[in-house]
Every structure is written in C-alpha cells, then in structure tokens.
C-alpha cells in the first residue's frame, strides 16, 4: 500500500471541521457535506470511476459497467455534532483506496465493484438515521422522509431539492439494490474491543436493535422568583425524572440509554420553561430488553408529569432491528482479513450502520479498525495510520476475493 489512503485522506479530511472542537459539524445537503460529497465525485472521477447519484442523493462510484452482482463498499461522509474524523469517511477513503491498491496489483475484476455514500447516516439535521439507505431499500416511505424537518424547520424534501434532485423520485429503488450482489461497509471501532485483544481489524457479527424516541413535555411559563412551588406546572421536573429511569432500566437489564439532545423553551434562566422537548436514544442485546428500558422511562415520565401537572406526549422517531450479519459472507471476509493468518476476530455492535440496513436485502458484512480510545461521536474518536492502512489491505483483499468469485 502506498500512500494513497494519506493523500485521501489530506483532501476530506479539514472539510467540516469545527477549530475550536476539533470535530466534524457535516450536516447532509449543508455546505461541508456538499463540499464532502464534490471532493468524493472528483476524487472518483480522477480514478476513471463514472459516479452517480441515485433517487435518493446516494452517491455511487463505479469501477467497471454499473452492473448486476456488483461487489459494493463505502459507508458515509454526514457526521453526529462535534463528531469524530474517522465515523463514515474511513469507509469511503478506505473504498477508493482499495480499489487504488487492488489496480496496482493488476486486478481486473470479474464483478463490477462500486464505492458508495449514503447520505443521513447519522440523523444528525433530519432525525431519522440511515435514511439514505432505508430510502434506497424501502424500509422507510418517502411521504414519511418528506416531511422530516431539521431544527429550522427546513423539511428534507426541500432540502433536497436545495442539492438539484428531484423528491419526487425518491423511494425503494429495486433496480439499483438489484445490482448490488454483496456490501462490504469499512468503518473505524467504535470501542475499544480491538484494542484490548491487540488486533488491528476486525469483523461485525451483529448489531444490537436500537431506536430514537422523542419526549414532548408541555407545562406553565412563568417568573422564577414569584411563582410559588406549589403553583408551577414544571416540565423540567417529570424530564430530569425520566433522564434518571433511563440510567437505572439501562443498568438493570444491560442496556444504554442516552438523552443526548434536548430543547427548552423559551429558554430563559429566570423563567420557570413552558416546554421540553427530549430525545432518548435507547439500545439492547434484544428487542425484549429494548422495549422493557423504554417502557421505564415513558412509565417514569408519565407518572413525574401527572404529579407536576405537565403533558407528556412520546413519539417513536426511528427503530432499527436486530440484525446478523450473512454468516458466509462475515466468516469469509473474517478469515480474507486475516490475511493467511487467521480469522480477525468478530465484533457485535450498539452502532446502526448502512450495512445494517442493507443486510435485510443483500449479503452485507463489516469490517472494522481498532480505534485505540474507543471514543466515538466525539473529537476523540482515534486511529493510527497504520492500522487504516491495515484495514484498506483487509478491505482490498475481501474485494478481491469477491470480485474475482
Ligand atoms: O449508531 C448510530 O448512532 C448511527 O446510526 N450511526
Ligand atoms: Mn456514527
Ligand atoms: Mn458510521
Ligand atoms: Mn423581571
């Protein structure tokens, strides 16, 4: 390997980036994730690749006629606020750097091979993770994605528009997810599992069903000093109450439950607020788990609410199921990872990926990189350039291996 994946990565990498953080702020369809998916349709271009975008502002390079039984890799390019370098462009450098080094080693690959960007990996601006993929597989509708707004009110359908695609082509795309015969996604740890047992690259075996949850508390505005305890109808109380249950249902069946985002109006520190609006994040080993945390917290939420007068409505944002990766495909990419030297070990995940959307449609695995910190979804998130390096040979290697079959 050369230094393909450096100069790569020296292009990407200062797109988005926040000084005064040092993490990455790349909303989909605003100016650095524009600017993020320009420098990948050139840097493709400059490598013969012919891009696409889909119905849906999926981006797609191809190496080789787009065509059926296609071997696909990529990840995305949108990050989480403040989030890490490595979540999303690893997989999508990593994919044109493995097709860089699989040309170098005078591959002429059987299968049409393509590097792809799914846009809205996060839901970090529309709320709803993985909607470039669950538009592309028909797993969400597009009526639904539509009239997703971000936080000013700007609905995914005009946003859209905003980047020259037309909404009303959007939805399931049979043609496309016909063409695609296997989806390698290359995607830095997100833990520190590799780390621990000493491996530079691993492999996913499961994802841990998951969802997002919005809790709406609506009270009584008034004057921090006047009114009376006894008076308010607080919607901070019954939201600080269900912050609290989610910390314990988490611990009590092995679960995670994150409130990570939340908006208080109108926000002033001398009035008692009229509104919180909240959004749990909540994941687990199993569906029963799952719903038995939030189940917790919507009780716990309900009953702080009746007991300071508040209204308390719960929405379910997005859910995402338990998903097992294709067992042929994920030992053997495991063992062509290994590199003659055995299998990497395998990984199962609390982190939604594209390729755990795809995997309900196309034999779909993951390949992942030690990540020394185990930060993720934050400036911290780390890898050695070795170790990328490590995982573009295991991911060209795989290719490879797929290509040729
Ligand atoms: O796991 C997540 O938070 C997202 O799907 N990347
Ligand atoms: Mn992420
Ligand atoms: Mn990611
Ligand atoms: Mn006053």
């Given at each position: 390997m050369n230094d393909d994946f450096e100069e790569l990565w020296?292009?990407?990498?200062?797109?988005?980036?926040?000084?005064?953080?040092?993490?990455?702020?790349?909303?989909?369809?605003?100016?650095?994730?524009?600017?993020?998916?320009?420098?990948?349709?050139?840097?493709?271009?400059?490598?013969?690749?012919?891009?696409?975008?889909?119905?849906?502002?999926?981006?797609?390079?191809?190496?080789?006629?787009?065509?059926?039984?296609?071997?696909?890799?990529?990840?995305?390019?949108?990050?989480?606020?403040?989030?890490?370098?490595?979540?999303?462009?690893l997989?999508?450098v990593g994919?044109l750097a493995?097709?860089d080094e699989?040309?170098?080693?005078?591959?002429?690959?059987?299968?049409?091979?393509?590097?792809?960007?799914?846009?809205?990996?996060?839901?970090?601006?529309?709320?709803?993770?993985?909607?470039?993929?669950?538009?592309?597989?028909?797993?969400?509708?597009?009526?639904?994605?539509?009239?997703?707004?971000?936080?000013?009110?700007?609905?995914?359908?005009?946003?859209?528009?905003?980047?020259?695609?037309?909404?009303?082509?959007?939805?399931?795309?049979?043609?496309?997810?016909?063409?695609?015969?296997?989806?390698?996604?290359?995607?830095?740890?997100?833990?520190?599992?590799?780390?621990?047992?000493?491996?530079?690259?691993?492999?996913?075996?499961?994802?841990?069903?998951?969802?997002?949850?919005?809790?709406?508390?609506?009270?009584?505005?008034?004057?921090?000093?006047?009114?009376?305890?006894?008076?308010?109808?607080?919607?901070?109380?019954?939201?600080?109450?269900?912050?609290?249950?989610?910390?314990?249902?988490?611990?009590?069946?092995?679960?995670?439950?994150?409130?990570?985002?939340?908006?208080?109006?109108?926000?002033?520190?001398?009035?008692?607020?009229?509104?919180?609006?909240?959004?749990?994040?909540?994941?687990?080993?199993?569906?029963?788990?799952?719903?038995?945390?939030?189940?917790?917290?919507?009780?716990?939420?309900?009953?702080?609410?009746?007991?300071?007068?508040?209204?308390?409505?719960?929405?379910?944002?997005?859910?995402?199921?338990?998903?097992?990766?294709?067992?042929?495909?994920?030992?053997?990419?495991?063992?062509?990872?290994?590199?003659?030297?055995?299998?990497?070990?395998?990984?199962?995940?609390?982190?939604?990926?594209?390729?755990?959307?795809?995997?309900?449609?196309?034999?779909?695995?993951?390949?992942?990189?030690?990540?020394?910190?185990?930060?993720?979804?934050?400036?911290?998130?780390?890898?050695?350039a070795?170790?990328c390096r490590?995982g573009i040979?295991?991911?060209?290697?795989?290719?490879?291996?797929?290509?040729?079959?």
């Amino acid at each position: 390997m050369n230094d393909d994946f450096e100069e790569l990565w020296d292009g990407l990498a200062p797109l988005g980036r926040n000084r005064a953080t040092g993490g990455y702020r790349r909303y989909s369809w605003g100016p650095a994730d524009t600017e993020a998916r320009a420098w990948f349709t050139s840097a493709a271009r400059a490598r013969g690749l012919g891009v696409e975008t889909d119905r849906n502002g999926n981006l797609w390079a191809w190496w080789g006629e787009p065509g059926p039984d296609a071997v696909v890799t990529g990840s995305h390019l949108d990050s989480v606020p403040d989030g890490g370098a490595y979540d999303g462009p690893l997989g999508v450098v990593g994919g044109l750097a493995a097709i860089d080094e699989l040309r170098r080693r005078g591959l002429r690959p059987r299968r049409p091979v393509a590097v792809a960007v799914f846009v809205e990996e996060e839901g970090a601006r529309f709320g709803v993770p993985c909607l470039g993929s669950r538009l592309l597989t028909g797993a969400i509708a597009p009526e639904r994605a539509c009239a997703l707004t971000d936080a000013d009110g700007v609905t995914w359908s005009r946003a859209m528009e905003g980047a020259g695609l037309d909404p009303e082509r959007m939805g399931a795309d049979h043609e496309l997810i016909g063409r695609i015969g296997a989806f390698v996604e290359l995607h830095i740890e997100q833990g520190r599992s590799l780390a621990c047992t000493g491996d530079p690259v691993g492999a996913a075996s499961a994802v841990w069903p998951h969802g997002r949850w919005r809790l709406d508390f609506a009270g009584q505005a008034d004057h921090a000093g006047t009114t009376r305890l006894v008076d308010r109808r607080d919607p901070m109380l019954p939201f600080a109450a269900a912050v609290q249950e989610a910390r314990r249902a988490a611990e009590e069946h092995d679960a995670l439950a994150t409130v990570g985002k939340v908006r208080v109006s109108p926000n002033g520190t001398n009035a008692v607020p009229s509104r919180v609006r909240a959004w749990l994040d909540a994941r687990a080993a199993d569906e029963a788990a799952l719903r038995a945390v939030v189940d917790r917290v919507d009780t716990a939420a309900r009953g702080s609410a009746a007991d300071h007068g508040v209204a308390v409505t719960a929405y379910l944002e997005s859910t995402s199921p338990l998903v097992e990766f294709d067992h042929r495909l994920r030992d053997r990419i495991a063992e062509r990872a290994g590199g003659g030297s055995g299998a990497v070990p395998l990984l199962t995940t609390g982190a939604g990926h594209d390729a755990g959307v795809l995997a309900n449609t196309v034999p779909t695995a993951m390949l992942f990189v030690r990540n020394p910190t185990g930060v993720s979804h934050a400036p911290g998130e780390s890898a050695t350039a070795a170790d990328c390096r490590a995982g573009i040979t295991a991911l060209a290697d795989v290719l490879a291996d797929l290509a040729d079959a």
